[in-house]
Antibody, heavy 122, light 110 residues
Framework: EVQLVESGGGLVQPGGSLRLSCAAS????????MSWVRQAPGKGLEWVAN????????YYVDSVKGRFTISRDNAKNSLYLQMNSLRAEDTAVYYC???????????????WGQGTLVTVSS | QSVLTQPPSASGTPGQRVTISCSGS????????VNWYQQLPGTAPKLLIY???QRPSGVPDRFSGSKSGTSASLAISGLQSEDEADYYC???????????FGGGTKLTVL
């Protein structure tokens, strides 16, 4: 059974940092692209970043470029999101998702974690 | 404002057929595939349709997707109360070099 379990969320002050983790199990982690998607309270879904199987390609939404870094450790079956210079508008539930991609323009997230809440507030 | 445009709400009675539209541009829907996700209240999103019109195993054939030019649609036939949820379309955008979601459509079963 595919499982994705996020952790690392919490309350952080503006300008602070947080590192999210996603533990994957039930599939060959190193064979899949992975994504982070967030959802602000009461709002819609927003894609944050994704990473290729070997970490050689990474893409980010403009609003987090230079502040967030997506990474993975295939030996540990884990996905990470390092978030620096956090802002109030980064407050959201962050979901980890497994992606199936024929090519970058034909990618879909077929499994999602339960999400972890990040609150940026003083 | 989302790159992909969806109506904020839709509704129907049990048994009816409803459609949800998703409008984009040549850099996203026009050149890449569209996916649809269902999000029930308080839960994580679930993949409903991928590659424009493909259903993952376990998704009822009441759900169907289509794409034409720079627009896509999700159709739900034989509407059921458990279909009440938020629905999102998504596609890769070549200009933004990232994935974009629609703003979401809240479906109410009357």
């Amino acid at each position: 059974e595919v499982q994705l379990v996020e952790s690392g969320g919490g309350l952080v002050q503006p300008g602070g940092s947080l590192r999210l983790s996603c533990a994957a199990s039930g599939f060959t982690f190193s064979s899949y692209w992975m994504s982070w998607v967030r959802q602000a309270p009461g709002k819609g879904l927003e894609w944050v970043a994704n990473i290729k199987q070997d970490g050689s390609e990474k893409y980010y939404v403009d609003s987090v470029k230079g502040r967030f870094t997506i990474s993975r450790d295939n030996a540990k079956n884990s996905l990470y999101l390092q978030m620096n210079s956090l802002r109030a508008e980064d407050t959201a539930v962050y979901y980890c998702a497994r992606d199936r991609c024929l090519w970058i323009g034909d990618c879909y997230s077929d499994y999602w974690g339960q999400g972890t809440l990040v609150t940026v507030s003083s | 404002q989302s790159v992909l445009t969806q109506p904020p709400s839709a509704s129907g009675t049990p048994g009816q057929r409803v459609t949800i539209s998703c409008s984009g541009s040549s850099s996203n829907i026009g050149s890449n595939t569209v996916n649809w996700y269902q999000q029930l209240p308080g839960t994580a999103p679930k993949l409903l349709i991928y590659s424009n019109n493909q259903r993952p195993s376990g998704v009822p054939d009441r759900f169907s997707g289509s794409k034409s030019g720079t627009s896509a649609s999700l159709a739900i036939s034989g509407l059921q109360s458990e279909d009440e949820a938020d629905y999102y379309c998504a596609a890769w955008d070549d200009s933004l070099n990232g994935k974009v979601f629609g703003g979401g459509t809240k479906l109410t079963v009357l």
